[in-house]
């Protein structure tokens, strides 16, 4: 009984410090009866702290998926100081980048404009309490 008591928080803590932030998820939805037409990829929470193989490999994964476009949903970094690492590894994504801040970009006082540059150099967007109508061109039939 101790050892489930004291073993069981001490995985989860485990867990939640070694194995989650190296682990890379991907799960694919059909959100159309049909065949799907279009591909959206979706990543969020990178916390980037200097871990540049793990973010190639991210990159690698997103790319191998040939999306028509992907959206970040916050969490670039932990520290403003791997900005520029998280950045330059951003604009090999081969789709237009859209996204948004999240309360760690906040707290790490990112600069913002230079963060949308990048976005921008994908065919993307940064976006900061705005919305945009991105690839309707190639997301919705005519009809």
Known sequence: MRL????????IVAEAAFIEPNWIKVRKLNLAKEKP??????FTDL???????????AIRKIN???????CFTGDIIEDAEFLPEALEL?????????GVPGNHDYWANVDFAVVAKAFANTGGRWLMDESVSAAADRLWPDD
């Open 64 to 70: 191998a998926l040939s999306p028509d476009l992907v």
């Open 90 to 98: 951003f604009q090999t994504i081969k789709s237009p980048l859209y």
């Open 47 to 57: 916390h980037h702290n200097g871990g540049r193989k793990f973010l190639q490999a």
């Open 4 to 11: 489930a008591l004291y073993g069981i928080p001490v995985g």
């Open 37 to 42: 037409t279009h591909r959206i990829v979706h």
